[in-house]
């Protein structure tokens, strides 16, 4: 039976111990962290502090893409989660009523999401994952140090900071973002090939609330979140598991003038004077469950050993945020590492000796899922990021996009305001089930949304003098 190692014991790490026993692994789930403390049927996860992974208790989704891997590869999770409170989301509930075309479609099953925070998820992961039989968890310690067969340059076993040593065919670095597989390949003396990687440039604060009511207190607007990305701050609420939703709310790092947001009063003024969160935070609707936590989010980045068609080492795979990390704010994270966790698995059961024949199939893989990810979020932030300093600094708004050239996603969002069709390719994207190129690049889509008639007024944030004051009043005036 084969062997192998996960570095991690988080979204990805366990998906891929999941995936990976699937087809006949024995598998060693290396993670930093604690045990989870036990749970009790039909309640969430607590928002437990994890110093390994601190965007853990911030606000995340479940797009179609990490549903359908839910329901077709791992339906015990979805059932363990669904037990635990999270909520399906149709998201056609949410397509403009004038819409043309708004009939429901073949296809619009896959249109939903799953409303459910990120530790609950986890944790019917973790509770799915700990019961298999070949599966060992290691909690409280990480793997130290890759050991080689030095003629093949492949993986042998790995050393753990507890002392034991681990043989391997496989190891799965499914650390995150700190990518540990390049601390590793430069001990064994091989550096890593370089990365690429552009600002994300943003600043997310964020706060978990219990619903009191028995019933949403307003719409969903973008079917799976309430809230949007507005011209100098993101202003979104996600419905969690159970009776739970959380605000985000983001600006550019270094904001001095909105760093009130870091306080209760001045989060609560700004989400109040959002469009779409206002009904949720009335008094009596709501209470908090946290504090205001806030974090700087990573740079888009695209790890060069995860592409590499010829690797410094065979048999060792980055996953999810180790091979690619994106703005949380398209919300894609933890889909694309469900997806990644699988499809890795998929492409191991063909090779039963995993060599270089492997590793270059992985590599296309993982530039085949995450490329056009990365590269969508890199323009995006791009854009964003210009647009939220020149109203920092009270400059005129970037230009737009040339009108002879392809529509920009203010058009694409505006014809999906009326036009069902649009509206279909525009969710799919968001909801990470087609690539731009691939939901929005077919000529009859770009008439639509050429042709398509203006949209109806859009309820408007304040402006950013108006927000800075209401933050900066609230936060003054507590005790």
């Known amino acids: 039976m084969p062997v192998a190692v996960i570095a991690g014991g988080s979204i990805a790490g366990l998906a891929a111990a999941l995936a990976l026993n699937g087809i006949g692994y024995r598998v060693h789930v290396v993670e930093r962290g604690d045990e989870p403390p ?10 437990r502090p994890r110093p390994t992974a601190p965007q853990a208790l911030h606000s995340h989704t479940l797009t179609s893409l990490g549903l359908r891997v839910l329901r ?17 989301l149709d998201l056609t509930l949410a397509m403009p009523p004038g819409a043309t075309d708004a009939a429901r479609e073949p296809g619009d099953d896959e249109l939903a999401a799953l409303g459910c925070r990120r530790p609950t998820l986890e944790r019917a992961l973790h509770d799915t994952v700990r019961n298999l039989p070949g599966v060992t968890l290691h909690h409280r ?6 050991e080689l067969d030095g003629p093949r340059r492949a993986v042998r076993a790995v050393r753990t900071t507890a002392g034991e040593r681990l043989p391997a ?20 003396g091989t550096p890593p090939p370089g990365d690429r990687s552009e600002p994300s440039g943003l600043r997310g604060h964020t706060r978990v609330y219990r619903l009191l009511s028995a019933t949403a207190p307003g719409p969903l607007n973008r079917g799976n979140a309430a809230g949007d990305i507005w011209d100098h701050y993101a202003g979104v609420l996600h419905p969690g598991d159970g009776d739970t939703f959380s605000i985000a709310l983001a600006t550019l790092p270094g904001d001095h003038d909105l760093t009130a947001l870091r306080t209760a ?3 609560t003024a700004a989400a109040r004077a959002t469009p779409g969160l206002d009904p949720w935070l009335a008094d009596g609707v709501s209470e908090p469950l946290s504090p205001v936590r806030a974090i700087t989010a990573p740079p888009n980045t695209l790890r060069g050993a995860a592409l590499a068609p010829r690797p410094p080492v065979t048999g060792l795979y980055p996953l999810g945020d180790a091979a690619c990390t994106t703005n949380p704010l398209f919300g894609r994270g933890m889909s694309l590492a469900l997806e990644h966790a699988f499809r890795l698995a998929d492409l191991l059961a063909a090779h039963p000796r995993p060599g270089e024949d492997a590793a270059h199939d992985a590599a296309r893989l993982t530039a085949t899922l995450f490329l056009p990810w990365y590269e969508h979020s890199a323009a995006a932030d791009r ?7 020149a109203a920092a600094d009270g400059a005129a708004p970037p230009p737009g996009p040339p009108p002879a050239g392809p529509p920009g996603p203010a058009a694409v969002a505006a014809a999906a305001a009326t036009d069902g069709v649009v509206w279909r390719a525009l969710t799919r994207t968001l909801m990470t089930l087609a690539t731009p190129a691939q939901a929005l690049g077919d000529d009859k889509i770009l008439a639509r949304i050429r042709q398509a008639p203006p949209p109806p007024p859009r309820p408007q944030a304040p402006p950013r003098a108006e927000l800075v004051r209401l933050v900066t009043e609230a936060a003054g005036a507590r005790p």
């Not at 310690?141 to 890759?146: G, K, R």
């Open 38 to 47: 036990p749970r009790r049927a039909g309640e969430g996860a607590p928002d």
């Open 72 to 88: 077709e590869r791992a339906p015990r999770v979805l059932a363990a989660a669904r037990d635990a409170g999270a909520h399906l």
């Open 141 to 146: 310690t990480t793997v130290a140090a890759l």
């Open 265 to 267: 009063a001045g989060f």
């Open 169 to 188: 065919d496989i190891v799965v670095d499914a650390t995150g973002r700190t990518a540990a597989h390049r601390a590793w390949l430069r001990d064994a």
């Open 383 to 389: 854009a964003r990021i210009a647009r939220w300093r």
